[in-house]
């Protein structure tokens, strides 16, 4: 079946995964991503989320965001690599109590969209709220959207296939601080996971 197809017969919501300030806000990031990309992957999810709204699609942000640092260090992967050169080396001060980063690019937030703060690690089905939220409505088949596509994206893919939801990722929605990496993550996906379709192909098919 084809993502357009998926698409057109699906009870949708929108998931944008960490769209938050903390990636995407050069002047408050503390795991930025470059800054054209961030620009870029913004205005694609924006108007992926109009479009959704037009057709009254939930969306719904999940954020990442930590009480203190030991609910990162916990993690001894994140410790070993933080203060290296790794790409997430600022992991330890990434998205704590009080900072900036914290927010949902205002540009993308809209009225009745849900917005999950509380993600701890790359999936964000874990010790999060989502499942709920989108069973509760009835959602099958999510829209997944964020940062990065080769860590949460690609994570919370995997465990919404576990889950039996249709997963689309929308391929200019995604992006990824390890820019080598994005399209290997795509195709990891369109071979085991889900399904990817481009922003024009999504927005056509849920109008």
């Given at each position: 079946?084809?993502?357009?197809?998926?698409?057109?017969?699906?009870?949708?919501?929108?998931?944008?995964?960490?769209?938050?300030?903390g990636?995407?806000?050069p002047?408050?990031?503390t795991m930025?991503?470059?800054?054209e990309?961030?620009?870029?992957?913004?205005?694609?999810?924006k108007v992926?989320?109009?479009?959704?709204?037009?057709?009254?699609?939930?969306?719904v942000?999940?954020?990442?965001?930590?009480h203190g640092?030991?609910?990162i260090?916990?993690?001894?992967w994140?410790?070993r690599v933080?203060?290296?050169d790794?790409?997430r080396?600022?992991?330890?001060?990434?998205?704590?109590?009080?900072l900036?980063?914290?927010?949902v690019?205002?540009?993308?937030?809209g009225?009745g969209d849900?917005?999950?703060?509380?993600?701890?690690?790359?999936?964000?089905?874990y010790s999060?709220?989502?499942d709920?939220?989108?069973?509760s409505?009835?959602?099958?088949?999510?829209?997944?959207t964020?940062?990065?596509?080769?860590?949460?994206?690609?994570?919370?893919?995997v465990?919404?296939?576990t889950?039996?939801?249709?997963?689309?990722v929308?391929?200019?929605c995604v992006?990824?601080?390890?820019?080598?990496?994005h399209?290997?993550?795509?195709?990891l996906?369109?071979?085991?996971?889900?399904?990817?379709?481009?922003?024009?192909?999504?927005?056509?098919?849920?109008?």
């Amino acid at each position: 079946m084809s993502a357009d197809k998926v698409i057109r017969e699906g009870k949708l919501a929108v998931v944008t995964i960490d769209m938050h300030r903390g990636h995407l806000d050069p002047e408050v990031a503390t795991m930025p991503l470059a800054p054209e990309a961030s620009a870029r992957v913004t205005a694609a999810n924006k108007v992926l989320v109009d479009a959704a709204r037009e057709k009254g699609i939930p969306v719904v942000h999940v954020v990442t965001s930590y009480h203190g640092v030991e609910e990162i260090a916990s993690n001894p992967w994140w410790s070993r690599v933080a203060g290296t050169d790794a790409s997430r080396a600022n992991v330890l001060n990434h998205q704590l109590a009080g900072l900036p980063g914290l927010a949902v690019m205002p540009e993308l937030v809209g009225e009745g969209d849900i917005t999950l703060h509380g993600k701890k690690r790359y999936d964000s089905f874990y010790s999060t709220e989502l499942d709920h939220v989108l069973r509760s409505r009835g959602i099958d088949t999510i829209l997944l959207t964020g940062v990065n596509t080769n860590s949460c994206v690609l994570a919370t893919t995997v465990t919404g296939n576990t889950l039996d939801y249709s997963v689309v990722v929308v391929e200019e929605c995604v992006d990824t601080m390890d820019p080598a990496l994005h399209e290997a993550g795509l195709k990891l996906i369109r071979q085991a996971f889900g399904y990817t379709a481009t922003l024009d192909e999504t927005v056509a098919a849920i109008r």
